[in-house]
Each structure stands twice: as C-alpha cells, then as structure tokens.
C-alpha cells in the first residue's frame, strides 16, 4: 500500500489535511486547501469569510489538548491524494481506526501528542 499511496501523490496535487484525535475517536478533521480554496473564492467575491482561520484553530486544539490529558490527544498534519474529502477522510476512521491512526503517525507530521517533541526534535536543521 504504501507504495501505491506515494506513487498517487506524485501524480496529482497533494492534498493537506489537520487531524485531531482522543482515546474516543476522530475529533476534527480539516481540509486545509479547501479552506484556502474557500477564503480566497471570498475575498475575490469581496465577501467575509466566517470560518476558523487555520492559524487560530490550531493554538485552540493544543489548548483543548492540554487540559484535557486524561483524553490522549494527538494532532498531525498529514498530505493524502488530490480528491479525498473530510468525509472519505472520517469514513476511513469510523472503517479502521487503529489502522488509519498508525498509517497517520508513519506518514504525517506531529503537532501535538506523545511524538510531538521527538518528531520536531528530528526535523530541525542544524
């Protein structure tokens, strides 16, 4: 699978998506090109655009995180193929959680959880 999945990537546009999750499940899933998408289609409509701005929802979701650790929460940014939806995003989950949450923690980068401080630590160049 995994080859097939980075083989998909390079073919087409990748596509970004914020996960946040507890010990209960898949909490928020974002379509961060698809906000991007959305904000920019409002500004060219000079229309407001009322949704959470991704940098803001972020510090919200770590802070929510951080009081809430009896919750384990994890928050990965992750890139899938050009075409997946919050919603095939979320069926994936309700499908296979354990599997779709491994896949994750291979493959996506840790904003918040138990990996945070190592995967952060390892990305850094010096």
Same mark, same amino acid.
């Not at 596509?15 to 507890?22: I, S």
């Given at each position: 699978?995994? &080859? =097939?999945?980075? =083989?998909?990537?390079? #073919?087409? %546009?990748?596509?970004?998506? &914020?996960?946040?999750?507890?010990?209960?499940?898949?909490?928020?899933? &974002?379509?961060? %090109?698809?906000? /991007?998408?959305?904000?920019? =289609?409002?500004?060219? #409509? /000079? =229309?407001?655009?009322? /949704?959470?701005?991704?940098?803001?929802?972020?510090? #919200?979701? !770590?802070?929510?995180?951080?009081?809430?650790? !009896?919750?384990?929460?994890?928050?990965?940014?992750?890139?899938?193929? /050009?075409?997946?939806?919050? %919603? %095939?995003?979320?069926?994936?989950?309700?499908?296979?959680? !354990?599997?779709?949450?491994?896949?994750?923690? !291979?493959?996506? &980068?840790?904003?918040?959880?138990?990996?945070?401080?190592?995967?952060?630590?390892?990305?850094?160049?010096?």
């Amino acid at each position: 699978m995994s &080859l =097939e999945w980075e =083989e998909e990537l390079e #073919k087409e %546009d990748p596509h970004r998506f &914020l996960l946040f999750w507890d010990c209960y499940g898949l909490e928020t899933v &974002l379509d961060m %090109d698809g906000y /991007d998408r959305k904000r920019i =289609e409002a500004a060219l #409509k /000079d =229309e407001t655009y009322t /949704d959470v701005d991704v940098g803001e929802l972020i510090p #919200k979701l !770590q802070l929510r995180a951080r009081f809430n650790p !009896q919750r384990c929460y994890e928050m990965y940014a992750i890139t899938m193929p /050009d075409g997946v939806t919050e %919603d %095939d995003v979320r069926e994936m989950f309700d499908a296979n959680p !354990q599997g779709m949450a491994s896949l994750i923690r !291979q493959r996506g &980068l840790c904003l918040y959880g138990k990996n945070a401080e190592t995967e952060n630590r390892r990305r850094v160049i010096v």
